[in-house]
């Protein structure tokens, strides 16, 4: 699993984080994959601008110029995430995502990728120890019994 998902990080051109992401059935059998890369129809910089944000870009993340932590402006970021693109990966196939297990190369994920785990009826997740990108996650994983556990040191 973790040749593959450092392959995936390969693929990756987010300027701000590299995640990958990879949804596994019971078997063992990757059927999803996804990473965090920014829909390459609007790039970051103008669309940052294009909401009045004025900076010199330097080929960071908009977000990081601007001086937002980690997980603040998401407003401003154009990228995909790597959780919901590979439980999109998986169904566009006609996979039942119901039951079957997630390993991703980052922490406890966003409030929006957990609806999006818990809705899949994903049931296990293996995230990398670190602490929490968006502490309101782990709470949502809860809520639909998703085990978390940590696979990643």
């Known amino acids: ?63 990081r110029i601007l001086g937002f932590a980690s997980g603040q402006g998401l407003e401003l970021c154009r990228a995909r995430h790597a959780e919901r693109e590979s439980i999109k990966n998986a169904q566009s196939k006609g996979v039942d995502t119901n039951g079957l297990t997630m390993y991703m190369t980052c922490e406890c994920p966003c409030v929006h990728c957990a609806t999006a785990i818990g809705n899949a009826g994903i049931k296990t997740i293996y995230i990398k120890e670190h602490p929490d990108y968006d502490k309101m996650g782990r709470e949502v994983l809860k809520h639909y019994g998703v085990e978390i556990k940590t696979w990643v040191k």
Do not use: W
């Not at 051109?13 to 078997?27: E, G, M, P």
């Not at 994959?33 to 004025?54: E, F, Q």
């Open 1 to 63: 699993m973790k040749t593959l998902l450092t392959n995936l990080l390969t693929e990756v051109v987010c300027k701000s984080r590299a995640i990958a992401c990879i949804v596994v059935d019971n078997a063992g059998n990757v059927v999803g994959k996804g990473t965090n890369n920014p829909d390459l129809t609007v790039d970051c910089v103008s669309y940052a601008r294009s909401l009045g944000h004025v900076f010199e870009d330097d080929g960071r993340c908009p977000r």
